[in-house]
């Protein structure tokens, strides 16, 4: 009788028993590279957000993007990069946290992220407690600018001019709540020294208004002002960190140059809402570690401004720790309020 779907006058004379076994053998080889092609599509299906609680420009978004195509093959991954921008980087912040805890949800946070939790009244989040530090990147610094209108040569210059005129100058930052904002709010306090703020939505915007001379000061991380070392429409005055930044070695400290004990710089990671399973924590932190150890993006990131450095999971959360503490104490002592 003939194979039920096959017509009679089409069907192939019975091969010799030898062939069966062949074609179970070739069937089985075909069986075994798709399900390899199925793993193999499975896993480059698996999309990460990564998080960017500013705009484009900005100096997480332009490291997320410095990263994100190592990191990817890195996971297997294809790593989507996302600017949520609003609010002082709370936004995008507030969306990570609501998110589930699968490691499919990162977001690229810096100082600010634990600005936030003392600058603003009503926040619906906790900086510390619904985040998990899940990869430490590197740490940059900020850099004290002044309009070349003030004609002042260095900080101690400077503090004497704002100090000259109290309320007279005004300085940008990228937003109220931002590392930038809170960089020059503590600077002045620090030095006893009054400046009205003017809030702009990036960093970027805040050098514009610098440039233009609408504004006589900025503290900018290094990464989105190196260009403009030698523009003569600004002075770059110091470095905030605590030693002198290694891409700016000529450049003094603001301790340096006249605000003895004076420090602001800003820690960079991945975090993932609080609740991620260890696991996945730890997959992902030795993932960004093989990155970081990639010659290729450590000049990457250091031509962004970047000290790159790996640690693992319970380093970054130490960290994080410490850094909440102190933030608590930067910002009272600042006076910046964000309403």
Same mark, same amino acid.
């Given at each position: 009788?003939?194979?039920?779907?096959?017509?009679?006058?089409?069907?192939?004379?019975?091969?010799?028993?030898?062939?069966?076994?062949?074609?179970?053998?070739?069937?089985?080889?075909?069986?075994?590279?798709?399900?390899?092609? $199925?793993?193999?599509?499975?896993?480059?299906?698996?999309?990460?957000?990564?998080?960017?609680?500013?705009?484009? /420009?900005?100096?997480?978004?332009?490291?997320?993007?410095? *990263? $994100?195509?190592?990191?990817?093959?890195?996971?297997?991954?294809?790593?989507?990069?996302?600017?949520?921008?609003?609010?002082?980087?709370?936004?995008?912040?507030?969306?990570?946290?609501?998110?589930?805890?699968? /490691?499919?949800?990162?977001?690229?946070?810096?100082? $600010?992220?634990? *600005?936030?939790?003392?600058?603003?009244?009503?926040? $619906?989040?906790?900086?510390?407690?619904?985040?998990? /530090?899940?990869?430490?990147?590197?740490?940059?610094?900020? *850099?004290?600018?002044?309009s070349s209108t003030l004609k002042v040569a260095n900080t101690a210059e400077f503090i004497q001019a704002i100090k000259a005129r109290p309320d007279a100058y005004d300085y940008a930052s990228a937003g109220n709540g931002s590392a930038s904002h809170l960089g020059m709010a503590s600077l002045l306090a620090a030095a006893g020294a009054r400046m009205q703020h003017i809030p702009m939505k990036s960093t970027g915007d805040a050098v514009t208004e610098l440039l233009a001379g609408r504004v006589q000061a900025v503290t900018a991380a290094t990464i989105g002002v190196t260009g403009y070392r030698n523009d003569p429409r600004v002075t770059f005055l110091a470095y905030t960190g605590k030693q002198r930044s290694r891409f700016a070695p000529d450049l003094p400290t603001v301790a340096e140059s006249g605000l003895p004990g004076y420090a602001f710089d800003s820690w960079l990671g991945l975090l993932a809402p609080a609740g991620i399973a260890p696991a996945e924590r730890d997959r992902i932190n030795a993932a960004v570690n093989q990155v970081l150890a990639d010659p290729k993006v450590q000049a990457r990131l250091a031509a962004l401004g970047v000290e790159a450095e790996a640690k693992s999971p319970a380093q970054f959360q130490d960290l994080l720790k410490a850094d909440w503490d102190a933030t608590g104490g930067l910002v009272t002592a600042s006076g910046a309020r964000v309403e």
């Open positions: 009788m003939p194979d039920r779907f096959t017509p009679f006058a089409s069907r192939a004379p019975r091969a010799p028993s030898s062939a069966p076994r062949g074609a179970r053998a070739r069937l089985g080889a075909a069986l075994l590279a798709l399900a390899a092609w $199925s793993g193999a599509a499975h896993a480059e299906s698996r999309v990460i957000r990564v998080v960017v609680p500013y705009g484009t /420009g900005a100096v997480q978004d332009t490291i997320a993007r410095a *990263i $994100s195509d190592e990191l990817g093959r890195a996971l297997d991954a294809s790593i989507v990069v996302e600017n949520r921008a609003g609010a002082g980087g709370t936004v995008g912040t507030a969306q990570v946290a609501r998110a589930a805890p699968d /490691g499919n949800t990162l977001v690229l946070a810096a100082a $600010s992220h634990h *600005i936030a939790g003392y600058l603003y009244k009503n926040l $619906s989040y906790d900086p510390y407690k619904d985040f998990t /530090g899940v990869a430490y990147l590197g740490n940059t610094g900020y *850099i004290l600018l002044a």
